[in-house]
């Protein structure tokens, strides 16, 4: 099966912190593991851990050098071929330039972020795009409080917030993420 033309990408920088200053997140285990496995049950073409702290993405890449070139793939063929997927980057233009020469261009980015942008489309409209557009795209996430507004004005798209049937509103971005890839590439049902 020919993999599809989304991409995902974990962004650590800008982010917003508790008080709204822009920061780097740290990079954790449980998101390399977990968005990779998604990546890979949805068919995923990449997906992209951003951040530009060089020990974090070291770190990164002995992770997946462990389950892709290491014993872990050994003991664990599906985490290795998960993990496979995964691409690092120190930034969103080296991501983009990265998909351009692996997969092809131009590149389109979906923002994601909890907070109500203008603009926004809805995931019927993200739908039809990724059937009709011979774009690559990626669905990128934000770690903390969110993305900073002057890096997300640079997508070209902005996806509805998942709304909980709450006020608490708080989700893992693997949460998120799984949510979000269904939404786009799953089993077609109404939203």
């Known amino acids: 099966m020919e993999k599809l033309r989304l991409h995902i990408a974990l962004l650590h920088y800008p982010m917003y912190g508790k008080n709204y200053q822009t920061i780097a997140t740290s990079v954790t285990n449980l998101d390399i593991h977990d968005i990779a496995r998604l990546a890979r049950t949805y068919n995923l073409a990449?997906?992209?851990v951003i951040t530009p702290i060089e020990p974090q993405r070291a770190m990164v890449q002995r992770?997946?050098?462990y389950w892709v070139k290491g014993p872990?793939?050994?003991y664990n063929p599906h985490r290795k071929e998960a993990l496979s997927l995964v691409r690092i980057g120190a930034n969103v233009e080296e991501m983009v330039k990265g998909i351009e020469e692996e997969f092809g261009g131009p590149v389109k980015l979906f923002a994601t972020d909890a907070r109500p942008y203008p603009n926004?489309?809805?995931y019927e409209e993200a739908r039809?795009?990724?059937r009709e557009d011979d774009a690559q795209y990626v669905l990128v996430l934000g770690t903390g409080h969110?993305?900073?507004y002057d890096e997300i004005r640079k997508m070209d798209y902005f996806l509805k917030p998942i709304r909980p049937n709450t006020s608490f509103n708080h989700l893992s971005v693997r949460s998120a993420a799984s949510i979000l890839v269904d939404?786009?590439?799953g089993e077609e049902w109404s939203y």
Do not use: Q
């Open 72 to 74: 872990g793939g050994g």
């Open 63 to 65: 992770v997946v050098d």
């Open 183 to 185: 939404r786009l590439v």
């Open 46 to 48: 990449s997906y992209w």
């Open 146 to 148: 969110g993305i900073v």
């Open 120 to 122: 926004m489309i809805d």
């Open 128 to 130: 039809r795009l990724l």
